[in-house]
């Protein structure tokens, strides 16, 4: 298997740094990436932030049939995982959520889950690992729409998938009715986000304003960018159309 990156990470609550492994996994780890999620779910302060993947979910993934996956290991512990998914006609396809329809679905691809052993967390394995996973999303060159779904309260969810370039360009009730946003980024255009060039108007508005944001969103704007304020974070609204 290859093994695409390796770095030092520190442990919450430790100076000690240790070496972290980045690597492709297969059905082989499929007990220990559940039991990772069960001690995530049990340790999760808000529940609603995250919305695990199911046994089959996690086998379509695994298998390569419908994903890739990949995951962080430190001291042969499995500490982190994350993986796209290709839902292609299944109902479960982001695109339909924004009307893409036939041909489109089959190029869809979804950043779909990432987890990070609590002790572990802020080491920006989150960034690290969607970076990989879409670099080689980007190899297979048959992926056009990238899509993934966020709480608007999980701010490193938020703050990760802006880092890979992404916008949001709704907002839904998906899971359990849940709040999400849907971000996406056309994996073949230029890339585009709120620049120092970039002169069109910007929206700063609270993630926790939904009623605004889908009404900026209703108008034609999307969400590029945030920034980091004393109460939270703002996301950055142009207007596209
Ligand atoms: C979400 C999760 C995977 C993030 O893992 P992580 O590797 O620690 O995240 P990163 O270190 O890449 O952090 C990304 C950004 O969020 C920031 N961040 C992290 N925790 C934060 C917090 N509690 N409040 C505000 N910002 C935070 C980091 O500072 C970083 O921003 P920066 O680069 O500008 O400093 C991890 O918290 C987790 O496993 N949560 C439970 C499962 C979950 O919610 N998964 C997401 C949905 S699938």
């Not at 691809?109 to 990070?116: D, G, I, K, P």
Request: negative net charge; contains cysteine.
């Amino acid at each position: 298997m290859e093994l695409p990156a390796s770095f030092e990470v520190t442990r919450q609550g430790t100076s000690e740094r240790y070496s972290c492994q980045l690597s492709w996994l297969d059905n082989s780890s499929a007990s220990q990436v559940v039991e990772l999620q069960e001690y995530i779910l049990k340790t999760l302060a808000n529940k609603e932030f995250f919305y695990p993947l199911t046994p089959a979910e996690f086998g379509l993934i695994l298998t390569g049939e419908g994903g890739l996956a990949l995951g962080a290991v430190v001291e042969e512990q499995l500490i982190g995982f994350g993986a796209v998914y290709f839902p292609e006609n299944n109902d479960d396809n982001l695109g339909r959520d924004v009307a893409l329809c036939g041909a489109e679905l089959k190029q869809v691809v979804h950043l779909e889950v990432c987890f990070v052993h609590p002790e572990y967390r802020g080491n920006a394995l989150q960034t690290r690992m969607s970076a990989l996973l879409l670099k080689r999303v980007s190899q297979l060159k048959e992926y056009r729409h990238l899509f993934s779904t966020v709480m608007p309260a999980n701010l490193p969810s938020l703050i990760s998938q802006f880092k890979q370039k992404m916008k949001i360009v709704a907002l839904k009730q998906k899971y359990n009715n849940s709040w999400r946003y849907i971000f996406y980024r056309d994996l073949w255009a230029k890339e585009h986000f709120v620049e120092e060039e970039d002169k069109r108007e910007t929206i700063s508005v609270s993630n926790l304003d939904l009623p605004r944001q889908l009404t900026l969103l209703s108008h034609g704007y999307q969400g590029l960018g945030y920034r980091k304020t004393e109460a939270g974070i703002e996301i950055l609204y142009v207007r596209e159309s």
